[in-house]
């Protein structure tokens, strides 16, 4: 072998060996925190509750999901429905059930030609029409896992906590598909949990999270970011969140449950709204998020330039099984606790789709941007 050749072969056996260790910190520092997460049953007396859901349009959400939220087995809570320009049938329905429920309390928006908004302002519409202190944020098209998704999110609250993360599956279905959607949900979901739970809280999905109402007032609700459409949700944790304020609750009660993409064009879009918020993330969050997937981009690339190379198969074999071996470990605990265990098997072939999947994300929005939060 020429000496060049061999002095190549080093560096990228080095390069290899630095990505690995880096791989594996991060899975035995941050991720071993949720695969390893133990629970506590303990209780307190119950606090009231505001929950908010926005909807727009989510006529049929609505009729199959609102009962199990109305229907949550707690002493005193109100449920803030904000009726967002729909043009279905919501609003009558809404207003029947408003006769019905003395706890339901609907918010309506008009749409207006020269005033075009985003789910912000129907969410801070929401939070100022909520009576109580404690927010409990939910989508239309959710449902909570159990009737006692209310109380177990909840009772997170204390002196210190602020913020409550919660976990936003969705459903299971056949195909392809819906394996890529919900590993892409567990598997950002582990990383915010994890993070969490070491101290460095950076995001939250609405679909499931709680947090108190003087947080939002105190930090102009989201004033700093309302100019992007998205970011109700990881943006405003991203800027409140802290290592003393801020908890996670993954019991699978506590659970909400959605109703997943039908089709790759309508994932992709969904995803492209949701990744447009990342780049406005404090700099040490993006660092850390932009470290573990560089280490993970680079290790495969150096596995692949060795075989290029020809190094020795059965040492560039057992180094990919040794790293594939722990993240399987680490990975399948943590899809244990959210319920995803299901999708172990196909961990070596996701994790390859994730590191393609999202540089693609990423030239899209720089091509266009998404325009309306639904």
Not at 30 to 50: M, Q
Not at 78 to 104: A, G, I
Not at 112 to 123: D, I, M, N, P, V
Not at 314 to 335: D, K, N, S
Request: aromatic content about 14%; charged content about 20%; overall charge positive.
């Amino acid at each position: 072998m020429p000496e060049h050749i061999e002095l190549l072969t080093l560096i990228i056996l080095i390069v290899c060996g630095v990505m690995l260790l880096t791989n594996l910190f991060y899975y035995f520092y941050f991720f071993s925190r949720l695969a390893f997460h133990k629970e506590i049953y303990a209780t307190k007396d119950p606090e009231p509750v505001s929950i908010i859901i926005c909807a727009r349009n989510e006529i049929k959400n609505l009729k199959k999901h609102i009962y199990s939220v109305l229907d949550q087995v707690y002493p005193e809570f109100q449920v803030v429905v904000v009726n967002d320009c729909s043009w279905d049938e919501s609003e009558d329905f809404l207003k029947d059930l408003e006769t019905q429920y003395s706890n339901l309390k609907v918010v309506t928006i008009i749409e207006q030609e020269k005033y075009q908004h985003g789910k912000k302002f129907a969410l801070t519409l929401g939070i100022k029409a909520a009576k109580y202190d404690l927010l409990l944020l939910t989508d239309a098209d959710c449902v909570p896992a159990s009737k006692n998704w209310l109380f177990n999110m909840q009772n997170n609250f204390n002196e210190k906590t602020s913020i409550v993360l919660g976990y936003g599956a969705y459903a299971r279905k056949k195909g392809i598909l819906n394996r890529l959607i919900r590993y892409d949900t567990f598997h950002n979901a582990m990383q915010y949990l994890s993070y969490a739970k070491t101290g460095i809280p950076y995001m939250g999905v609405g679909r499931n999270l709680a947090y108190r109402k003087d947080l939002f007032f105190n930090v102009k609700g989201f004033a700093s970011h309302n100019h992007l459409l998205s970011g109700d949700d990881d943006l405003f944790i991203n800027e409140v969140a802290n290592d003393n304020n801020t908890v996670i609750e993954i019991k699978p009660v506590a659970f909400t449950i959605s109703e997943p993409k039908t089709s790759f064009g309508a994932w992709f879009k969904q995803k492209k709204r949701h990744t447009t918020t990342g780049r406005y993330y404090k700099s040490n969050h993006k660092t850390l998020l932009g470290i573990y997937y560089i280490s993970n981009l680079i290790f495969y690339l150096s596995l692949i330039t060795l075989i290029i190379l020809k190094f020795d198969w059965m040492i560039i074999l057992g180094t990919y099984l040794f790293r594939l071996i722990i993240q399987v470990w680490i990975f399948g605990m943590a899809m244990s606790r959210l319920k995803e265990l299901d999708l172990i098997m196909l961990i070596p072939f996701l994790d390859v789709f994730l590191l393609l999947f999202y540089p693609i994300l990423a030239v899209s929005n720089l091509i266009s941007k998404p325009r309306i939060w639904k």
